[in-house]
């Protein structure tokens, strides 16, 4: 069973920076598709990142070039890098992993996040 803790949330302005982090305990990341999702009050949670056991990453379009996911083995942590934020990037982050099997593809829109195995709890972010 694997647990999932985000942190690295916070208050920013338009055009700044934060790193979220997501610590897993209970099993290594190496074998897991793992994921970013967000999600604002009233509206759909999407994904906005992925990254794959073989590393393969995708983003949403609105993040593309902005947004950067890692994975550090060494601490058994998943990073999302986000810079140049918007106000439209408020909302709550998730981090999200599924063992990767494969099938479907591990990528940004083709696994929702009630496939995810394990979740975390989030951390808020606001650009204002």
């Known amino acids: 069973h694997v647990q999932l803790v985000e942190s690295g949330g916070g208050l920013v302005q338009p055009g700044g920076s934060l790193r979220l982090s997501c610590a897993a305990s209970g099993d290594t990341l190496n074998n897991y598709c793992m994921a970013w999702f967000r999600q604002v009050p009233g509206k759909k949670r999407e994904g906005v990142a992925a990254?794959?056991?073989?590393?393969?990453?995708s983003y949403i379009d609105s993040v593309k070039g902005r947004f950067t996911i890692s994975l550090d083995e060494n601490d058994n942590t998943l990073y999302l890098q986000m810079n140049s934020l918007r106000p439209e990037d408020t909302a709550m982050y998730y981090c999200a992993a599924v063992g990767s099997s494969g099938w479907p593809p591990c990528t940004v829109s083709t696994i929702p996040w009630d496939e995810y195995n394990f979740r975390g709890q989030g951390t808020q972010v606001t650009v204002s």
């Open positions: 990254i794959d056991d073989d590393r393969t990453i």
